[in-house]
C-alpha cells in the first residue's frame, strides 16, 4: 500500500519555498496544463500506463504544486460586543484573495466531511471566545494555514466546488453558498462512479493490510510528535537565550554608565575604572547584535522546522480520525444492520412456528426484505471506506518524503544560526582586549585555559 514520491528542489527553505521548489520537479506538460487550466487528475497519470483506480499516481512535487494557499491576519474589527479576527485567505491556484472568518473555515470543513466522509479532513484548531491573546490567535493563523493548504492539495478535494468557493469566493454569505453547493448531492459514496464496485478493486487482505498500516501510521505519528516538542523546545531555548543575551548586554551597558562619584581611596585606579566603564558600554551593542541573531535562529526553526513536523502531523491525525469514522462509522453500523437482521429472521421464523395470521408473516418478509436493502448497501459502503482508506494510506506515504525536507531545513537553520553568532562572537573578541589592563596600563590579552591555574589557590 505504499507509493514513493519524489522530491525535488532544496531544503532549506519555508513551506511557501518548498512549494516553489516542488513546482520545478514537474513535467513539461503539466506545466503548460496549468497555463492553460486547472491541473485534472488524469493529466497527473503516469505516462504510458493505464490508470489504476488503486494507485494514486502522484508524487511529492504534484501535491506541493497545485496550490499554496497563504492565511494572514488582518487588522481586529470591533463587533457589537466582541472583537473578532478575520483572515486573509490567498489562493496561487485561483490568484485569489478573499476575507474569512473563523466559523467560514468551521462550516467548510462541516461540509468536506459531510460530503467526503471517508476521507482525510483535517481538524481545526479550537475556538476560544474569550481571552485570546496574540499568541493564540498567531497559533490559531498558522493552524488555519496548515489545514487549508492541506485540504487544497488533496487529490480528492482539489477541483471540487467546495474548495472553490472558499478560495474564490468574494460574494456574501459565503456559508449560504458552500451548504447550497452539496445540497441535495449526497456524499462521495452516491457521486462516485465505482462506489458500487469498490470491492472488486479491493485486495483480498484488505483487512489485514487496513490493520497494519493503521498500526504503522500510529507508530510513525507517535514518532513525529516526540520530534515536534523536541523541535518546540530548541526553537524556545533560542528565543530564551536571545533574551538572557539582549539582558546581559543591558547590565553591562548599565555598569558602564554608571555615575557613583569614585571614593578618593581609589581615586590612583581612577583611570582603569573609567577605561573599564566606557569598554563595558560599548560592548552593549555586540550584545544586542548576537540577541537578535539567536532570536532569527529560533524563528527560523519554528517556521523551517516546526511548522513542516506540524503540518505532517495534521495530516496524520486526519488519518487516525479517518480510521476511528471508519469503525464507529459504517463499520458499527454494518454490524448494527445485521444484528437487526438476524433478529427479525427470528421473528419470522417464531412467527411461522406459531402460525400466526399471514398478514403478520407478510410485514415481517417485506421488512426482512427492507433490511436485506440496508445491509448490501452498508457492505457497499464498507467496502468503498477501505478503498477510500486505501488510497489515503498511500497519501500519506507520499507525505513521508516532507521528512527529508524537515531534516534539511533542521541541519541548515543550525548551521547558519551558529555560523552568524560566531561571526558576531569573533567580531567581539577583539573588543575585549581593552578590559584587560596590567600594572603599566598596557593592554592584555585574556588568559587561557592553561594559565587559569595561576590564580587557583
Known amino acids: 500500500m505504499m507509493v514513493e514520491g519524489g522530491v525535488g528542489g532544496h531544503m532549506t527553505r519555508g513551506l511557501e519555498g518548498d512549494a516553489d521548489c516542488l513546482r520545478s520537479g514537474r513535467s513539461a506538460d503539466l506545466q503548460k496544463s496549468q497555463l492553460n487550466e486547472p491541473i485534472r487528475p488524469e493529466a497527473l497519470t503516469m505516462q504510458g500506463t493505464e ?20 492565511v494572514e491576519l488582518i487588522p481586529e474589527k470591533k463587533g457589537l460586543f ?19 472568518r473563523y466559523n467560514d473555515f468551521v462550516v467548510f470543513q462541516e461540509m468536506l466531511l459531510q460530503k467526503y466522509p471517508y476521507r482525510m479532513v483535517p481538524a481545526l484548531p479550537p475556538k476560544r471566545m474569550l481571552g485570546a491573546d496574540r499568541e493564540f490567535i498567531e497559533s490559531r493563523r498558522r493552524a488555519l494555514k496548515r489545514f487549508v493548504n492541506l485540504v487544497a492539495r488533496h487529490p480528492s478535494f482539489w477541483d471540487d466546488i467546495l474548495v472553490n468557493i472558499f478560495l474564490s469566493y468574494n460574494g456574501q454569505e459565503v456559508q ?29 487482505d484488505i483487512q489485514v493490510q487496513f490493520v497494519a498500516s493503521r498500526e504503522l501510521i500510529r507508530n510513525i505519528f507517535n514518532s513525529f510528535y516526540k520530534l515536534r516538542d523536541r523541535a518546540e523546545r530548541m526553537a524556545a ?14 547590565e553591562l551597558s548599565a555598569l558602564g554608565s554608571d555615575t557613583t562619584p569614585l571614593p578618593s581611596w581609589a581615586a590612583l585606579n581612577q583611570s582603569t575604572w573609567g577605561a573599564l566603564k566606557q569598554a563595558l558600554k560599548g560592548l552593549s551593542v555586540e550584545f544586542a547584535l548576537l540577541a ?10 519554528e517556521i523551517d522546522v516546526v511548522e513542516k513536523l506540524n503540518l505532517f502531523l495534521d495530516l496524520l491525525q486526519s488519518y487516525k480520525d479517518l480510521c476511528e469514522r471508519h469503525e464507529k462509522g459504517v463499520l458499527h453500523k454494518h454490524q448494527k444492520a445485521l444484528h437487526k437482521y ?37 457492505e457497499l459502503r464498507n467496502f468503498f471506506s477501505l478503498y477510500c482508506l486505501h488510497q489515503e494510506t498511500q497519501l500519506i506515504h507520499i507525505y513521508l518524503p516532507l521528512t527529508s525536507h524537515i531534516l534539511g531545513a533542521f541541519v541548515n537553520s543550525q548551521i547558519q544560526g551558529h555560523k552568524e553568532m560566531t561571526n558576531v562572537w569573533n567580531e567581539l573578541k577583539p573588543k575585549l582586549n581593552c578590559l584587560y589592563v596590567g600594572t603599566h596600563n598596557l593592554p592584555s590579552p585574556p588568559l587561557s585555559p592553561d594559565e587559569s591555574h595561576f590564580f587557583t589557590p
Open 292 to 301: 537578535d541573531k539567536a532570536a532569527q535562529q529560533g524563528k527560523l526553526e
Open 82 to 100: 466582541l472583537k473578532h479576527v478575520e483572515y486573509e485567505v490567498s489562493s496561487s491556484r485561483f490568484k485569489s484573495s478573499v476575507y474569512r
Open 342 to 378: 438476524s433478529l427479525m429472521k427470528k421473528q419470522m421464523i417464531s412467527a411461522s412456528v406459531q402460525n400466526k395470521e399471514g398478514e403478520s408473516v407478510e410485514q415481517l418478509e417485506s421488512r426482512i426484505a427492507e433490511q436485506e436493502n440496508a445491509i448490501m448497501v452498508m
Open 176 to 204: 449560504n453558498r458552500m451548504r447550497e453547493s452539496i445540497r441535495g448531492v449526497g456524499d462521495e459514496y452516491v457521486t462516485s462512479q465505482i462506489s458500487t464496485q469498490a470491492k472488486d478493486f479491493l485486495p483480498s
Open 237 to 250: 531555548r533560542a528565543i530564551d537565550n536571545a533574551t538572557d543575551l539582549l539582558g546581559f548586554g543591558k
Open 51 to 70: 490508470r489504476n483506480p488503486m494507485v494514486l499516481s502522484y508524487s511529492l512535487q504534484d501535491l506541493f504544486g497545485h496550490d499554496t494557499v497563504q
